[in-house]
């Protein structure tokens, strides 16, 4: 059965896109940690990030900079901070975290609650800025 990240890549089921090549796709995390939180994901399925072979990781991680160049260009923050985990979704991916201070990838906290209208407008910024 195909993963929800899957679905996402897929257009099947909606997402905030900030960036996308025939690999990977990038989209606002639905519960954001901090403004501007991003996941990177292979379209290929694979559950564990450290399953994907060496040539194709080093070109999720080259697809990664180029969103983290963006999130810096259009979020304010003072870098972008980098996270995998994979403990909910069984979908590799790559958190990437617009912040300005350690406790901005705190992921036992509450969440950000932010409007459809706000996630589509940080997304189109990022978008704007991804080259
Ligand atoms: P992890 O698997 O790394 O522990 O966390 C999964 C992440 O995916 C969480 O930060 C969660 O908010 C995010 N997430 C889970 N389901 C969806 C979804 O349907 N859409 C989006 N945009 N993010 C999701």
């Given amino acids: 059965m195909a993963t929800i990240f899957s679905k996402i890549a897929a257009g099947e089921i909606p997402s905030h896109k900030v960036a996308e090549n025939e690999e990977f796709y990038a989209f ?71 912040i300005t201070k350690e406790s901005d990838m705190y992921f036992g906290g509450k969440k950000l609650t932010l409007s459809q209208e706000e996630l589509a407008d940080i997304a189109s910024r990022i978008r704007k800025e991804f080259k």
């Fill in 28 to 98: 606002l995390d639905i519960n954001p940690v901090a403004v501007g939180h991003t996941l990177v994901i292979p379209k290929a399925e694979v559950d564990y990030i450290f399953d994907i072979d060496d040539d194709k990781l080093g070109r999720m991680m080259a697809f990664a900079k180029r969103v983290a160049r963006a999130q810096e260009a259009a979020i304010p923050c003072k870098r972008v901070g980098l996270a995998v985990m994979g403990l909910e979704v069984p979908h590799a991916h790559i958190h990437l975290i617009p």
